[in-house]
C-alpha cells in the first residue's frame, strides 16, 4: 500500500450539533473525524462533478436521444438575432441596468 503524503489543508467553522454530528457518524464508521468528513465531502464532490458530465440512458431513450443528435439543424425564428445581439454581460449592453448590482 502507498502512502500519500498530504500538504494541503482546508479549514471548516462548525457548531457544536454538526461537531457531534461528525464525531458521532466517524465514530460509527471507525474513522478519525478528519478521515470521515474528507471521505464524504470527495464523494460528494465526485458526485456533483458526475451529474455534469456523465448521464445515462436506457435503450429507448438512447435511440431517441441519438436520432435528434442525428437530425439536420434547423432554423428557430429569431434565434440568430437573439445570439448576434448584446447580452447583460456586455459591458454596454442596453440590456443592464446601472441599479442591478
Known sequence: MTTVMKAE???LRVDDQQK???EAASTVSGD???AFVLSAATEAAANVLADRRTFTLDE???AAFDSAL???ARDVPG???LLAG???LDANS???DEGDT
Open 86 to 88: 448584446p447580452t447583460v
Open 9 to 11: 489543508r482546508i479549514h
Open 70 to 72: 442525428e437530425r439536420p
Open 94 to 96: 442596453p440590456q443592464t
Open 20 to 22: 457531534a454530528l461528525l
Open 32 to 34: 478519525t473525524v478528519s
Open 60 to 62: 429507448q431513450d438512447w
Open 79 to 81: 434565434l440568430r438575432e
